[in-house]
């Protein structure tokens, strides 16, 4: 196990008084049109739809049409990601041990060690329908009825590694190395498929270099994660605070005598020829889209102007339900082993979740990757010594406090507003359409192994020493993760952790267990061998998982080179 990252206190402070990412200009940010008709995007051509008004109905419009095919099928997906590391031992993949917090063994190796309140009925494990859970789920146990988990689940150790792998998912690739023009996130790889009809597909709370170990000149470019993998509508933005998402939309209305503007006009005078040049589909579609999204936006009141935009995100119904206070909307800095403090430069997750939903609502976003603000937030690390204090018991930390902040409270608006909201005049839901990934990038241990200490030369006083301040809460490779969807079959879990290896237990092509595993200890059976065909899923598998259930065929979306996990779809 490693050592425990070192995390100092919150700096919080409001969006206009700290320092932002590098938000573009709007030069910057439509300067890719200016080459080419080719190069105009639905963001173009909706802003200038906007200003100067949409031309008649024609032939331009049917041809359109059949060009693209982007908004026939809508859908929308987010990742709720807690950064840190959740104890899924205490979650999705709950275990049922002693606690020799309060019990102690002679073996310190074999000991697990709880929350002081371990056992108790608002501290145990519970089932539900067909799900197994720790007292950590308990809050959103109402959601398992369209909720598929996963408790068979292995990642690596590594905050910034596996972050990246979260976002990319499994194959040989190195952080530091920049990524190329066939590698996509999977929220590229979706917003790719889906993005074209949207004026901002693809958005973001996350913040690559927030990351504390990470050096900010060693990351630069395109190094680490990259935000601008594939075409236009696939590229991250990162949305931060609701009045820098607000500028940045009243960045795109300004377009009264831009470059931009005549190339749409030159578009539109020359439409009927353009339309049969294939060298320009792409700015056929981008038409197409943005004179959907503007018949849309105008007949429920919602053009892009700057009297609306000054209203996103200040309904007092919404901030009301998402239970948004003004400190949620400040954002956070934190120093990770002594370097320069970061910050991801989001508002809380209730206020991240607020505006996904407005988003999709006023049909301008379809990708929305959802991230604990604080930096390392759940990274709770603990020491032996820490389990007691002169004698008496203390307990692991307990994170159920920051599971009811970060998600299960917003998740819970978030969802049943979703279920209330029509999708257009189809008589579906945006939930019907949605689907949502809850993940983290690893787990937290509830132990520690001290056979390499006793083999140490040193005295025993120094052996003592280092035992007791061991991190039994440390980095894991055995975690969780949960789907929740229109389309994904609930009520419905896959896979196990051994109670005795307290490692997952593999699972068969068809989500059920490897027969020759024992379903309680995790352990091989006598005289037993793994079954060829059992594995154990990571985040690959979940970057697959993510797209099939959108609908998207995963093979070379990328280069994730695991499978998607099939059994989680419900079969209509």
Request: charged share 25%; net charge negative.
């Amino acid at each position: 196990m490693k050592n425990p990252c070192h995390v100092d206190e919150n700096i919080s402070g409001s969006p206009d008084q700290l320092a932002t990412p590098p938000w573009p200009s709007r030069r910057g940010f439509l300067r890719r049109s200016i080459g080419s008709i080719a190069g105009l995007t639905c963001a173009d051509f909706l802003s200038y739809f906007c200003v100067y008004g949409m031309p008649d109905e024609g032939k331009t419009t049917r041809m359109a049409s059949d060009a693209t095919r982007a908004s026939e099928n809508p859908r929308f997906l987010v990742y709720w990601y807690l950064e840190g590391g959740w104890c899924g031992y205490d979650m999705f993949n709950p275990v049922n041990t002693e606690n020799n917090v309060l019990k102690r063994l002679d073996s310190v190796s074999d000991e697990r060690y709880r929350v002081l309140d371990w056992g108790k009925d608002d501290h145990t494990i519970k089932t539900q329908g067909n799900i197994r859970y720790g007292y950590l789920a308990e809050p959103g146990k109402d959601l398992f009825p369209d909720m598929a988990i996963l408790s068979s689940m292995h990642t690596g150790s590594g905050h910034s590694r596996d972050r990246l792998k979260v976002h990319m998912g499994d194959y040989a690739f190195k952080q530091s190395e920049e990524r190329e023009e066939d590698e996509r996130s999977v929220m590229q790889a979706f917003s790719e498929v889906y993005g074209q009809p949207y004026v901002l597909p693809n958005l973001s709370w996350h913040w690559w270099l927030s990351d504390g170990e990470l050096n900010e000149v060693q990351y630069s470019g395109k190094r680490g994660y990259y935000h601008a993998l594939g075409p236009v509508q696939a590229h991250t933005i990162y949305a931060g605070t609701p009045e820098k998402l607000r500028k940045l939309l009243w960045r795109m209305e300004e377009t009264s005598g831009d470059v931009v503007a005549a190339k749409v006009d030159e578009f539109l005078r020359n439409a009927h020829t353009e339309i049969l040049r294939d060298d320009n589909i792409a700015a056929v579609r981008s038409y197409q889209s943005a004179r959907n999204i503007y018949l849309q936006l105008a007949s429920r009141g919602r053009q892009l102007d700057r009297s609306d935009l000054q209203q996103l995100f200040k309904n007092p119904e919404l901030r009301e339900r998402f239970a948004v206070t003004p400190a949620d909307e400040l954002i956070t800095y934190r120093s990770v082993n002594g370097n320069k403090a970061r910050s991801k430069f989001s508002p809380n997750t209730n206020v991240q979740a607020m505006m996904s939903y407005e988003m999709m609502r006023a049909g301008l976003s379809c990708a929305f990757f959802i991230e604990s603000r604080d930096v390392r937030r759940f990274d709770s690390h603990n020491n032996r010594n820490n389990l007691w204090k002169k004698d008496k018991p203390v307990g692991n930390k307990d994170q159920s406090d920051m599971m009811k902040t970060d998600l299960w409270d917003p998740l819970h608006a978030f969802v049943e507003l979703l279920r209330n909201t029509e999708y257009r005049d189809t008589q579906t839901s945006l939930f019907d359409h949605t689907n949502i990934v809850l993940t983290s990038e690893f787990g937290r241990s509830i132990h520690g192994n001290i056979d390499g200490i006793l083999a140490k030369s040193k005295s025993e006083a120094e052996k003592n020493s280092e035992i007791g301040g061991q991190d039994i809460s440390a980095h894991w490779q055995v975690t969780s993760c949960a789907f929740l969807g229109g389309n994904v079959l609930g009520n419905s879990q896959y896979g196990r952790v051994g109670e005795a290896t307290l490692m997952a237990i593999p699972i068969m092509p068809d989500g059920s267990l490897d027969p020759n595993f024992d379903p309680l200890t995790g352990q091989l059976r006598p005289d037993q061998t793994k079954h060829p065909e059992s594995f154990i899923p990571n985040h690959g598998d979940i970057f697959s998982t993510a797209l099939l259930l959108s609908g998207i065929e995963p093979k070379n979306r990328g280069r994730n080179e695991r499978p998607a996990l099939p059994f989680i779809i419900r079969k209509t």
